[in-house]
């Protein structure tokens, strides 16, 4: 799991756009560091269990 903060609203909708599309659509990679994330375009995105309206749990299809 990779959590992280920023603006969940606008993000989801937008990959929900996208995923709406399928096949056609974007991958997206996130670079923190040394470290690289991908998101295929077929994943799953929801608000994580926690207090922080901000953070997200990502799952792959």
Same mark, same amino acid.
């Given at each position: 799991? !990779?959590? @992280?903060? %920023?603006? %969940? @609203? +606008? !993000?989801?909708? +937008?990959? +929900? $756009? =996208?995923? =709406?599309?399928?096949?056609? /659509?974007?991958?997206? %990679? !996130? %670079? *923190?560091? =040394? $470290? *690289?994330? /991908?998101?295929?375009? $077929? @994943?799953?995105?929801?608000?994580?269990? $926690?207090?922080?309206?901000?953070?997200?749990?990502?799952? =792959?299809?």
């Amino acid at each position: 799991m !990779f959590v @992280t903060s %920023f603006r %969940f @609203t +606008e !993000f989801r909708s +937008e990959w +929900e $756009t =996208n995923l =709406n599309n399928y096949p056609l /659509g974007i991958d997206i %990679f !996130f %670079f *923190v560091k =040394n $470290t *690289v994330i /991908g998101l295929p375009r $077929t @994943t799953k995105i929801s608000k994580a269990d $926690t207090d922080y309206a901000t953070d997200i749990r990502i799952q =792959n299809s």
